[in-house]
């Protein structure tokens, strides 16, 4: 079975009513990053990033999967697919998608703030400003990599991406470092197609679909299936 790899950024999300994180309506021309999603914004203004991700489970909670993740799911029917997003919303796996790798965390957990391993289910409850973790007793922050520090899964993320037989960018300016890092990965000879309405700078070898992610990957996935089942 070929090994499918699907890079997804916001923009595949973006359809189901969440906001892009760059642009003139994304969230960071809303929001200062240093206030809200640094380690130091956590120690200085700890109510202020708890109520920002507060306010982004909300959204999340409130949004429904797109036809594009949808389209990703149905590819687990004909390929061994892995997703890796950019994305700490959970419509990836709300879709049907069995194996998702969140480089910058998730929305639906908090962490311990000693030992970032130790996670919490939250769902689509809201987290209060001194809830401690059950097993180290520490202060619980959001499971999300803030900017500035290291991004765990990113090793695993590129092996996935060095086996892949198809590569598919979704939704991402290809921007934001490492993970912007991971199309330099994809062996030589590996079909390489990006999805997005904003053509990127880095298109070399690659199948650019101008398109939004509602409507390119379906187009998309459909044509995959159809040369896999014509085989």
Avoid at 34 to 44: K, Q, R, S, Y
Avoid at 126 to 148: A, C, K, N, W
Avoid at 189 to 203: E, F, I, N, Q, S
Wanted: with cysteine; glycine share 8%.
């Amino acid at each position: 079975m070929k090994k499918i790899v699907v890079f997804t950024g916001s923009g595949i999300s973006a359809e189901s009513g969440l906001a892009t994180f760059r642009g003139d309506r994304g969230t960071w021309a809303e929001h200062r990053i240093e206030d809200v999603c640094t380690p130091e914004a956590l120690i200085h203004n700890r109510e202020g990033v708890i109520d920002f991700y507060n306010g982004r489970r909300r959204e999340v909670c409130a949004a429904s999967p797109n036809a594009a993740h949808t389209a990703v799911a149905e590819l687990e029917r004909y390929f061994d697919v892995t997703v890796i997003t950019q994305n700490i919303d959970d419509l990836h796996e709300r879709a049907g998608s069995g194996k998702v790798i969140h480089l910058h965390g998730e929305i639906g957990k908090l962490c311990s703030s000693l030992d970032k391993s130790l996670t919490v289910e939250i769902g689509a409850g809201m987290q209060t400003y001194d809830e401690r973790h059950p097993i180290d007793g520490s202060l619980l922050r959001p499971f999300i990599v803030f900017f500035g520090e290291a991004v765990p899964l990113m090793e695993r993320a590129a092996e996935e991406t060095a086996a892949a037989d198809i590569f598919i960018v979704v939704g991402t300016s290809l921007q934001v470092y490492p993970a912007a890092s991971l199309i330099h990965y994809v062996k030589r000879g590996v079909p390489v197609y990006l999805v997005d309405p904003v053509k990127p700078a880095v298109t070399d070898n690659v199948r650019y679909i101008e398109a939004t992610a509602a409507k390119g990957v379906p187009a998309l996935a459909d044509e995959l299936i159809a040369a896999e089942r014509g085989r």
